[in-house]
């Protein structure tokens, strides 16, 4: 079995030199987040043998680590993003949310009552997934410019739940075909309602695949760039859209980015090992279901 | 109508008051953008007059002899395509690669995910960190190598910009094909490998006879959502080359994007995403029936 052995070994040499290789990225640009600029800047590149500091993330958080423990330092600063997060976690909740409800009302009957055109109409669902954000956002621009809704938290709110609605129900739609429609109708034949069933029965029969709808719908609201660029200015402003401002006519405030960067990776990533389970299934719209 | 009216109607089995919102809410965020897109196609902002004015076809007919717009679909296309080809052939070899139970293999697939909630903004600017031909890793390594001309960066020679914004595009979304392969070569039944081991097929005949054709339906599904995003790529363009240098990286998502906003072609813009729309929306649909994907 020595030939057996090796092999086994030389694969998973591989296997951590490969992950190795997408990982290195990740560790470096963190690295970055917590370099001088003195390291940052260094030719070669500095990897491994750096003074480690707090700078980037003080100034980005206006947070300052003393030896008192943590102390909130007074907003400002060009480099001040605290408030970005928050837009962005704002946005991404909210617009979670509306695409939650509506996905979930609407994948019910696309689930269970069968009507003409249901597979057009999921297939018309599906088409709007296919709509190029440019598409959509220069005529959102001159609309939302009428209704007065550029740069508010609601137009954001509402061009976020639309872009996450295709995936929503779709993915909502494979969770309840999941679920036996006999005890759809066996709650019927009790003398149930519809809506009763829907929120009695369904919806907690559905929690896993809810909310893994919901990490994927927060993500993709979180990591949005070309709506939040074209529709916002001055209000709000998420945070994929404002690496733009560490660029600076004296350089770029690349510690200050990398900061920022790493503090945005991090809940994200969390979120997603929640739903490690559902991850394919949500990243194929339903359409596998492992 | 009447309370109780409505409360019949709500309970009643009838699909239209659950479907209500989700149909009000594309009808106003899609539909309704696409006939502005398409009547402001016919118009173009005037800007001593400040208001938009009927041009006719004039912006349909500038679109063939734009030689920009053919140029970036060219790039479009080239990015869409290599991209997709690499992303396929990589995330097929890792996916196998992973498909594994032994030590440590969990760990290796979850810590491929990380890179999929990176806001691609973001990893753009990782990338041009990184590919900075000063101080940047990936230049330092590959100046090292001899493979790099230090006095050619990566983003600022028109021949190579293109390379370098793939790169970021490369690495965030293979894992994306290796998580969805990989979930594929899972749930393959274990009998037809079985049987072609005890005819001793080769492992290349095994994969290319048994793995491919059973895999098809996860691939074609692969294929279709990467390819749809591919096509209208936008974030890594914008944040690293802004189309440059001169217009070697200018995406159709960018280029319209540009129109509008930068050079207040509003007419113009519209028709050119427009046009993205449409090509997207044939190509895809031609794909889903050819490949028979079905949701």
């Given at each position: 079995m020595n030939a057996s052995i090796a092999s086994r070994t030389l694969r998973t040499l591989a296997a951590w030199v490969v992950v190795g290789l997408f990982f290195f990225p990740i560790y470096y640009w963190t690295s970055v987040a917590f370099k001088y600029g003195n390291d940052i800047f260094s030719r070669p590149p500095n990897l491994f043998h750096f003074t480690p500091t707090f700078d980037n993330f003080q100034k980005v958080f206006g947070i300052s680590l003393g030896a008192g423990g943590v102390t909130v330092t007074p907003g400002g600063g060009n480099f001040f993003m605290a408030p970005r997060l928050w837009d962005s976690i704002v946005v991404a909740t909210l617009s979670t949310l509306v695409a939650i409800v509506i996905a979930t009302l609407a994948s019910y009957a696309l689930s269970r009552m069968q009507f003409r055109g249901r597979h057009h109409f999921v297939n018309w669902v599906l088409s709007t997934?296919?709509?190029p954000p440019v598409a959509v956002a220069v005529p959102m621009f001159f609309i939302y410019k009428g209704f007065g809704l550029l740069d508010t938290f609601t137009g954001m709110v509402l061009i976020h739940a639309l872009m996450n609605l295709p995936l929503a129900v779709l993915l909502m739609k494979s969770f309840f075909d999941d679920i036996p429609a006999e005890i759809d109708e066996s709650a019927i034949v009790d003398g149930a309602s519809r809506f009763l069933i829907f929120r009695r029965i369904v919806l907690p029969m559905a929690k896993g695949g809810i909310a893994a709808t919901a990490v994927l719908c927060f993500i993709f609201s979180w990591t949005e760039f070309l709506f939040a660029l074209t529709l916002t200015t001055t209000g709000l402003k998420t945070v994929p859209v404002v690496?733009?401002?560490?660029?600076t006519s004296i350089g770029t405030a690349w510690g200050n980015m990398a900061a920022l960067g790493a503090a945005s990776i991090v809940p994200a990533f969390i979120f997603i090992l929640l739903v490690q389970k559902h991850l394919v299934r949500g990243l194929t719209m339903g359409s596998l279901k492992q | 109508m009447q309370a109780a009216q409505v409360r019949r109607f709500v309970i009643s089995d009838h699909p239209l008051p659950w479907l209500l919102p989700l149909v009000a809410i594309l009808l106003v965020f899609t539909v309704y953008p696409l006939f502005y897109n398409i009547w402001l196609s016919f118009h173009e902002y005037a800007p001593r007059r400040r208001a938009l004015e009927y041009v006719g076809t004039s912006n349909w007919a500038q679109l063939w002899e734009d030689a920009r717009f053919w140029q970036s679909l060219t790039i479009t296309f080239a990015y869409f395509a290599v991209a997709l080809a690499i992303e396929l052939v990589l995330g097929m070899a890792i996916a196998l690669l992973l498909?594994?139970?032994?030590?440590?293999f969990g760990f290796l697939r979850g810590l491929l995910t990380m890179t999929l909630v990176i806001p691609p903004a973001i990893a753009g600017m990782m990338y041009l960190l990184m590919e900075?031909?000063?101080?940047g890793v990936i230049s330092y390594f590959l100046q090292w190598a001899g493979l790099?001309?230090?006095?050619?960066p990566i983003l600022a020679t028109a021949s190579t910009a293109l390379a370098g914004v793939l790169l970021p595009e490369i690495w965030q979304w293979t894992p994306f094909m290796v998580l969805i392969f990989l979930a594929g070569l899972r749930a393959l039944p274990r009998e037809p490998y079985e049987a072609a081991m005890i005819d001793g097929a080769s492992q290349w005949q095994i994969f290319r006879r048994i793995t491919l054709p059973m895999m098809s339906k996860v691939i074609a599904i692969a294929v279709l959502i990467r390819g749809i995003d591919l096509f209208r790529v936008f974030d890594y363009v914008f944040v690293m080359t802004s189309g440059g240098p001169g217009t070697s990286t200018y995406t159709l998502s960018l280029y319209a994007w540009q129109q509008t906003?930068?050079?207040?072609k509003w007419g113009y813009g519209a028709t050119l995403s427009l046009v993205t729309l449409v090509i997207i929306l044939v190509v895809a649909s031609l794909f889903i029936k050819v490949a028979k994907v079905r949701w």
């Open positions: 997934r296919m709509m690496s733009s401002t560490f660029v | 498909d594994s139970d032994g030590f440590g900075d031909p000063q101080f790099l001309d230090p006095a050619h906003f930068s050079f207040v």
